[in-house]
């Protein structure tokens, strides 16, 4: 049922689709124009605002006019103006589309509203899809196919060097107890060099490089890397050998995984960005799963040969690596790559051409294009947008240096950076990688000791068996991730991995009876790999077990610390801050892969497990703290998610929503759930001025009289919570005055 407009006596007769003229007079939008850059750095006040919504209908058309003219002097300009006024009042639109689509004899007013522009069918049909259907857009299906390869190629080069660590003897390791210690190490540092290579060069190479040649050129460099660097560890003699040649294989990694998770998110549709980042997460873990498939395979097949098993194992990663090249040939650039202004690479019209093909209407295209382009402006971090792009070696190693500094300096940025480093580095601490590293180790171990030399077969087959857990049990995530969120996610999934972790921890210390390898090896799959039958413990093979702690592990900290190391920076700093917080993550992987060994020398299973069971906790408590909710918004609304005070956050938290879920769900008490952000997109303004029960809590007069981080007394504090400006284009109806859905869900949980 739909509401009767509200009656607005400055409202004038539309004339078409392109009327120019205005629903109300208004006075300049220039003030208003420093007054949203300001809230992108330091939004006092949580407000979520479209960068459109200061701008009448006069000032609308003219600005649309400069943009065809500098950038889109190709494309129809009454369709760019069309696109421009859909993109101004997104939500009004999106429920123009859903009630016309149910009752097609509404008329020119249509659902309540009298739009300036009279949507098409199959803009309609594309609008409502877009929101509601995880795959509406059929051009992602290359994008998200070639973000598949690579992340294919990223598990099967983990597979290869868990693998060839069931080999040390190949490596000229394990010769005599004395050196056993010694070993430890050399075998460590040779599986932990790609990881720490990745994070010490790969991550900080892959800003130049995509300044350079693009997302998908660095990508491709990366493979080629990958390439050579897997063909030549096949023909290792030694471990110091191995560690060498990891070096170009680390630096490929690092670069790949910046690089593709950024091409994900920079293509994908708003509402569903999280579910197409997934596949880089979802794939990892086929490639871990299948590279076990290989390795067990390899074994079987020259088993009487162990040097060729492990030139097989190290040389495998050739084959995927090809595979992506071959995508990357129909793979698309990502649009925004040309819609940096300070670039040599500025081109709207090879972003629009882009987005033309990866969207299902030119409505869409034109509309994402130009919001992106009024975002941009917006968000650059400089005093001036018309800055030229920097040039010569010395310019641009300055740019990239002071795009570093300003993740620190910035509070927009650093809240991002912590945030994004908090959630990449608790999936190392949660000991995920343990398993994913040292499976056939660990499981080798503890199954060894009861029967002299156990045959290889049984820990490649535990490690498919987590593989095959890690991935089988991320697919629910693909649509929840962008439904239930990333942050929900997070803090449901952590202490069902800390209680497990605990478990499997405890199990191993006990009873005398754990001293037996085969009881051992069966306690621990029970928390890591579930098997209880009438309350007796068995040892079973991995394929029938059901990972418990990495299936909790899939869908949360597996996809969400990638996810939110490329989205959560704004495009002028995206590929610097998605390097420093994949940096993190690779960074204390490969500590774990060099100091296990001796972690579990000295701690056995049940101090190692217990260790990271603590670490677990630890990461709940920081992640519930620090880390802000991103689904459902789009790249350049985060900018004023992340520009809210850290601290504001934090106490909303502790002070406003813990108490609440304990009088909700603990006394039963049926009260609204206090929001942190003020949403003007789609949950749309008050319409009842002066009622303060929908509001955040934030102080009307905060920051009036100046405060740290540069804020500007008066201008970002004292902001009413009502729209600064009505967006033109068309009369609103009452009922959007309430808070949406959406808006509810994406305010901190």
């Not at 909303?652 to 929503?657: A, D, F, I, L």
């Not at 201008?715 to 284009?729: A, I, L, Y």
Request: aromatic share 10%; glycine share 8%; charged share 20%.
């Amino acid at each position: 049922m739909v509401d009767r407009p509200v009656p607005m006596s400055t409202l004038r007769p539309r004339k078409s689709d392109n009327d120019a003229e205005p629903i109300e007079s208004m006075p300049s939008a220039g003030a208003n124009r420093n007054e949203q850059i300001h809230r992108r750095r330091h939004n006092n006040q949580g407000i979520i605002e479209n960068p459109l919504v200061h701008l009448n209908d006069d000032e609308l058309l003219q600005d649309v006019m400069v943009f065809w003219e500098e950038c889109l002097p190709r494309v129809d300009r009454g369709e760019l103006i069309r696109a421009a006024r859909v993109a101004q009042n997104a939500r009004s639109y999106d429920e123009i589309a859903r009630s016309t689509s149910r009752d097609s004899k509404t008329g020119p007013n249509e659902g309540g509203y009298n739009p300036l522009v009279q949507l098409r069918e199959e803009e309609k049909a594309a609008l409502i899809a877009e929101k509601d259907s995880l795959f509406s857009q059929k051009g992602m299906f290359v994008v998200i196919l070639t973000v598949s390869l690579a992340a294919f190629l990223q598990g099967f080069v983990q597979s290869s060097i868990n693998g060839a660590s069931l080999f040390p003897d190949q490596l000229g390791l394990g010769a005599s107890d004395s050196t056993v210690r010694e070993d430890d190490y050399k075998l460590g540092a040779a599986n932990a060099s790609p990881f720490f290579f990745a994070a010490l060069l790969g991550c900080w190479l892959s800003l130049p490089i995509n300044d350079l040649v693009g997302r998908r050129g660095a990508m491709a460099i990366a493979a080629l890397l990958i390439f050579a660097s897997s063909l030549g560890a096949a023909w290792c003699l030694s471990w110091k050998s191995l560690f060498s040649i990891r070096v170009v294989n680390g630096i490929g990694m690092g670069v790949k995984a910046v690089s593709t998770p950024i091409l994900a998110s920079e293509t994908a549709v708003g509402f569903w960005r999280g579910s197409a980042i997934l596949a880089w997460q979802l794939w990892v873990a086929f490639g871990i799963m299948m590279g076990f498939v290989f390795n067990l395979a390899f074994w079987a097949s020259t088993s009487d040969n162990p040097k060729l098993t492990v030139q097989l194992i190290l040389g495998s990663p050739c084959v995927p690596a090809i595979f992506l090249l071959i995508g990357l040939y129909f793979c698309p650039e990502s649009p925004r790559y040309y819609l940096r202004r300070t670039t040599p690479n500025y081109n709207p019209q090879k972003a629009y051409e882009i987005l033309l093909k990866i969207r299902k209407t030119e409505l869409q295209a034109l509309r994402d294009v130009y919001l992106v382009y009024k975002s941009v402006q917006l968000e650059e971090y400089t005093d001036n947008i018309d800055e030229e792009a920097p040039r010569g070696f010395f310019g641009h190693a300055k740019n990239y240096v002071s795009q570093y500094r300003q993740l620190f300096t910035q509070r927009r940025l650093r809240n991002a950076l912590i945030s994004s480093s908090i959630v990449a580095l608790s999936q190392q601490l949660c000991g995920i990688n343990v398993f994913a590293f040292y499976s056939g180790t660990l499981f080798s171990s503890v199954t060894s000791s009861s029967k002299g030399d156990h045959p290889l077969s049984t820990p490649m087959l535990y490690s498919f068996g987590y593989g095959a857990v890690n991935f089988f049990c991320g697919l629910p995530a693909i649509r929840t991730m962008d439904t239930l969120g990333r942050r929900k996610w997070l803090v449901i999934t952590l202490p069902v991995m800390t209680l497990f972790m605990l478990a499997a921890a405890l199990s191993s210390t006990t009873s005398s009876e754990i001293n037996n390898g085969v009881t051992r090896t069966a306690l621990i799959a029970v928390f890591v790999f579930r098997k209880y039958v009438d309350g007796v413990l068995k040892q079973q093979t991995l394929t029938r077990c059901v990972a418990v702690f990495t299936a909790t592990y899939a869908p949360g900290l597996g996809p969400i610390p990638f996810t939110l190391a490329s989205e959560s920076f704004p495009l002028s700093h995206r590929e610097a801050g998605a390097a420093f917080a994949i940096a993190i993550n690779l960074l204390f992987g490969g500590l774990i892969q060099m100091f296990f060994p001796r972690i579990h020398a000295r701690l056995n299973d049940g101090g190692s497990l217990g260790l990271f069971a603590g670490l677990n906790l630890l990461a709940f408590v920081l992640v519930f703290l620090f880390v802000e909710e991103t689904k459902r918004r789009s790249l350049e609304d985060l900018d004023l998610i992340f520009a809210v005070r850290k601290r504001d956050f934090v106490r909303h938290q502790v002070t406003r929503y813990l108490p609440w879920f304990f009088r909700r769900y603990i006394l039963g008490r049926r009260e609204r759930k206090p929001l942190l952000y003020r949403d003007l997109i789609w949950g749309a303004p008050r319409t009842e001025v002066g009622v303060d029960r929908d509001w955040n809590g934030f102080a009307a007069t905060a920051g009036a009289a100046g405060g740290e981080d540069g804020e500007l007394g008066g201008k970002d504090g004292g902001v009413s919570p009502e729209f600064p400006r009505r967006p033109s284009g068309l009369m609103v109806s009452e009922h959007a005055g309430r808070i949406s859905e959406d808006s509810d869900d994406s305010a901190h949980r």
